[in-house]
């Protein structure tokens, strides 16, 4: 199983991008999809969630209302009202088991990783 990430790019505060994470192999659709970033010098942080089983959504707080996780057979990211605190390398990560709620946010409880696409923002 690969993930993909493509999407990121130099946006302007106040600006949107979408990003996109495609699978191949074998799917996830009864699992847990998330998107993590990862700014210089700070540890790993989820940005947003899915589990397909229920499809349920997380969202950590910073980007409430800004961002929105989706999916079809590819899973994305929109983001809108950037801010250049959202500069980071954001990663797709997914999970063939529907994790429970306590563990969705928790980078290691994904399997699998996909290359990081570099988002930043210019304020």
């Known amino acids: 199983v690969q993930l993909q990430a493509s999407g990121g790019g130099l946006v302007q505060a106040g600006g949107s991008l979408r990003l996109s994470c495609a699978a191949s192999?074998?799917?996830?659709?009864?699992?847990?999809m998330g998107w993590f970033r990862q700014a210089p010098g700070k540890d790993r942080e989820v940005v947003a969630a899915?589990?397909?089983?229920?499809g349920k959504k997380y969202y950590a707080d910073s980007v409430k209302g800004r961002f929105i996780i989706s999916r079809d057979n590819t899973m994305y990211l929109q983001m809108n009202n950037l801010k250049p605190e959202d500069t980071a390398v954001y990663y797709c990560?997914?999970?063939?088991?529907?994790?429970?709620?306590?563990?969705?946010?928790?980078?290691?409880?994904?399997?699998?990783w996909g290359q990081g696409t570099q988002v930043t923002v210019s304020s």
């Open positions: 192999g074998r799917t996830f659709s009864s699992g847990t």
């Open positions: 990560a997914a999970t063939r088991r529907g994790l429970i709620w306590s563990t969705i946010s928790t980078a290691t409880a994904y399997d699998y």
């Open positions: 899915l589990r397909s089983g229920d």
